[in-house]
């Protein structure tokens, strides 16, 4: 006789959010005695080299409203423009610094705040330097499959103009997408995801 099979149902893309949350960054959602801290939420120390900066992302859905269940990874060098990584064979990075971090969106306003140092330029295959700038990765409700973008700073318009990414994208009224504005030591970068202001986000 056969058997009955009860396969079990997805979970609708909406409980993405709060599943990440609860998986990736346990003490931000109050569970306790995982972590001593969530992976990822210190990229910086007092050892570490380069210019501080504070960086706050806003991430935006396409109505324009904010979201407050997004959650974004960065990847980034250090002020010398070296990774954190095995990988890395131009140098030593700095051993202070992280270079990778993980970060919530608070629940209330939806900012994702955190603290880093500006990067230093690197290469891009071929030898031309890219401006400085910090990867990012983002997922929130509805979002099943992370999206990949860049955020780089405002301040740094000659190298920005230098950009070999930023001068493949072909619809130049969309590479302010990518800018993040400063305001003393804080940058400020707002991601849309949908919308007339739709960030560029990279098939990585």
């Not at 974004?72 to 423009?81: I, L, R, S, Y």
């Not at 202070?96 to 230093?120: L, V």
């Not at 031309?128 to 499959?145: S, Y």
Request: net charge negative; charged share 25%.
């Amino acid at each position: 006789m056969a058997q009955d099979i009860n396969r079990l149902k997805e979970s609708a893309s909406q409980t993405a959010g709060p599943y990440v949350h609860i998986g990736l960054t346990p003490n931000f959602c109050g569970i306790d005695g995982i972590f001593p801290e969530d992976l990822g939420a210190s990229l910086v120390s007092d050892q570490t080299k380069g210019e501080r900066i504070s960086v706050v992302i806003r991430v935006f859905d396409g109505t324009g409203s904010v979201l407050k269940d997004a959650l974004v990874e960065t990847w980034q060098a250090d002020a010398e423009g070296l990774y954190n990584s095995p990988s890395e064979t131009r140098g030593a990075a700095d051993p202070a610094f992280s270079g990778w971090g993980r970060f919530p969106s608070d629940m209330e306003s939806g900012e994702i705040r955190f603290e880093t140092i500006k990067p230093g330029p690197v290469p891009f295959p071929g030898g031309r330097m890219m401006a400085p700038h910090i990867n990012l990765w983002i997922v929130a409700r509805g979002i099943n499959l992370g999206l990949a973008t860049r955020l780089y700073f405002g301040d740094e318009e000659a190298a920005n103009a230098e950009d070999p990414v930023l001068a493949r994208i072909e619809h130049r009224n969309r590479v302010p997408t990518l800018i993040a504005s400063r305001d003393g030591d804080v940058y400020t970068f707002d991601i849309h995801l949908q919308g007339e202001k739709e960030t560029v986000f990279f098939d990585i």
